[in-house]
């Protein structure tokens, strides 16, 4: 099992042959997969010390549930079914464990790559630490896929971002939502909607499917509304 494993070279087997002569290749060896979430992996005909050894290179990201149907801090562990995520890449679910409107507070900073709600039982990402979303490849990803849900916290995109709200769902980010210039893109899907309140440094908006709802405001420095600020709209 590679459960748990981290980067590194683990010896697989340790072999005899005889006039300790070491095999020519390893053409009858191979592995299942050669990548697991973060992870990739590649076998080594070790000649020196006459082994087959598994490399693992990269990160192996946390993939982990809300446990508890109550209101809580993000870093606390044991609010999490696989442990806290809090790196870039990792994964944090909100699921069918929460069954009433809860707030999972960010107590300290968090980095996510990908954040899928789907419980009928509304959630708050609160507090005044930032939420940073960053992926390791490609983009990092928002998906409502059921209920209406909302981050008050404010939230800093270090990767492109694609928000994915199904039909009949609301996903208002309330607090600022700030991006990292001219190469970070705020990407809208499916028929939901996206609320915003301050959308700024970002290359550009893109609403692909269903609606961004953008709060008027009265005039540039009005605390009330919605300012928007991208290079490409």
């Known amino acids: 099992t590679l459960g748990g494993r981290t980067a590194g070279t683990y010896q697989l087997i340790d072999y005899t042959v005889q006039n300790n002569a070491p095999l020519a290749n390893l053409s009858n060896f191979s592995l299942a997969t050669t990548s697991l979430g973060g992870l990739s992996f590649a076998l080594v005909n070790n000649t020196g010390s006459t082994s ?28 999490w079914t696989n442990g806290v995520p809090q790196s870039a890449g990792d994964t944090a679910n909100f699921g069918t464990m929460i069954q009433n409107a809860h707030t999972v507070t960010l107590d300290v900073p968090e980095t996510e790559g990908t954040m899928n709600f789907n419980s009928t039982g509304t959630s708050t990402i609160a507090g005044t630490n930032t939420l940073t979303l960053q992926a390791t490849s490609g983009n990092a990803g928002i998906n409502v ?7 008050s916290a404010p939230v800093s995109m270090a990767s492109s971002t694609n928000v994915d709200v199904a039909t009949g769902s609301t996903l208002n980010i309330s607090g600022n939502l700030t991006g990292s210039g001219s ?13 915003l309140k301050n959308l700024t440094n970002t290359g550009s908006l893109n609403v692909n499917a269903g609606k961004v709802q953008i709060s008027q405001k009265g005039s540039n420095t009005a605390q009330g ?9």
């Open 145 to 151: 896929i059921a209920g209406s849900h909302t981050i």
């Open 225 to 233: 509304g919605t300012n928007v600020i991208v290079q490409n709209l």
């Open 52 to 79: 087959i050894d598994l490399t693992v290179t990269g990160t192996n990201s946390v993939i982990s549930q809300w446990a508890v149907d109550a209101d809580g801090n993000w870093s606390t562990g044991t609010n």
């Open 183 to 195: 190469l970070t893109t705020l990407s809208k899907t499916s028929a939901g909607t996206l609320a």
